[in-house]
């Protein structure tokens, strides 16, 4: 009988064991099939940190140049500024002396008018004077007529009479 439970218990224990060695060298296939996946990630993810390791550097290089090309604009904004300031100043410095020369003839201007209006106002006094001595010939020469229309008409009377 003890011979049996050691018989059975070596049947037990070498189906157990060979059970277990499958079990163990599926698992070691397994083991190494998942190693395998494994260093097949690490090369992957080392080939994304290489390709991400170049587009940083893409991108550090896409924006140094448009800082660049930022400053460059700027510069030039800055110049086209400064160019405008200088000629904008350098017409206004021109216009300013052109109104004050303006200003000023058209003060001598309004000084010649005025001259103008007081030459006209002695001519009018002239003429209204003029109009006056005028006035007083007619006058005169009217009284004149009238005296020797009656002259004549009494001298007509006398030579008649005679």
Do not use: C, R
């Not at 201007?109 to 209204?128: G, R």
Request: aromatic share 0%.
């Amino acid at each position: 009988q003890k011979d049996e439970e050691i018989s059975e218990l070596q049947s037990n224990s070498e189906a157990k064991v060979t059970a277990l060695s499958g079990e163990v060298s599926a698992l070691k296939s397994t083991v190494s099939e998942k190693d395998e996946q494994i260093a097949q990630k690490d090369e992957e993810i080392a080939q994304k940190d290489e390709e991400i390791a170049q587009k940083d550097e893409e991108i550090t290089q896409k924006d140094e140049q448009i800082a660049q090309q930022k400053d460059e604009e700027i510069a030039q904004k800055d110049e086209e500024i400064s160019e405008l300031q200088s000629n904008s100043e350098a017409k206004v410095t021109a216009l300013s002396g052109e109104v004050s020369a303006l200003k000023s003839t058209v003060s001598e201007k309004d000084e010649q008018i005025a001259q103008k209006d007081e030459e006209i106002a002695q001519k009018d006094e002239e003429i209204a004077q003029k109009d006056e001595e005028i006035s007083e010939l007619q006058s005169n020469s009217e009284a004149k007529v009238t005296a020797l229309s009656g002259e004549v008409s009494a001298l007509k009377s006398t030579v008649s009479e005679k």
